[in-house]
Nanobody, 117 residues
Framework: QVQLVESGGGAVQPGGSLRLSCATS????????MAWYRQVPGKQRELVAA???????NYSDSVKGRFTIARDNAKNTMYLQMNSLKPEDTAVYYC???????????WGQGTQVTVSS
């Protein structure tokens, strides 16, 4: 079965940095477009960054220039480097396949990122 294990979250001051990791199994990672999502309680889960099988990337306007998504196909692992963090980045961050036009039915536990002074 698909397994998605996020790690690397924590509490950081504004302007700080974190690197999130996503360890995956149960599907062919190297043939799968991937993405990071985040969710604030009471709000809709949103797409943060996506990466294609070929390494092309896309970012939401709110994180562009501050976050970098990457993948290591040999390790079936994806990363999100988060720099210049802002309080509005506070959320639970999830990794998943980049699904188009359909609801995502499976999620891991996510990793909490808290940015506060």
């Amino acid at each position: 079965q698909v397994q998605l294990v996020e790690s690397g979250g924590g509490a950081v001051q504004p302007g700080g940095s974190l690197r999130l990791s996503c360890a995956t199994s149960g599907f062919t990672f190297s043939s799968t477009a991937m993405a990071w999502y985040r969710q604030v309680p009471g709000k809709q889960r949103e797409l943060v960054a996506a990466i294609t099988t070929g390494g092309d990337t896309n970012y939401s306007d709110s994180v562009k220039g501050r976050f970098t998504i990457a993948r290591d196909n040999a390790k079936n692992t994806m990363y999100l480097q988060m720099n210049s963090l802002k309080p509005e980045d506070t959320a639970v961050y999830y990794c998943n396949e980049r699904w188009y036009g359909v609801p995502i039915v499976y999620w891991g536990q996510g990793t909490q990122v808290t940015v506060s002074s």
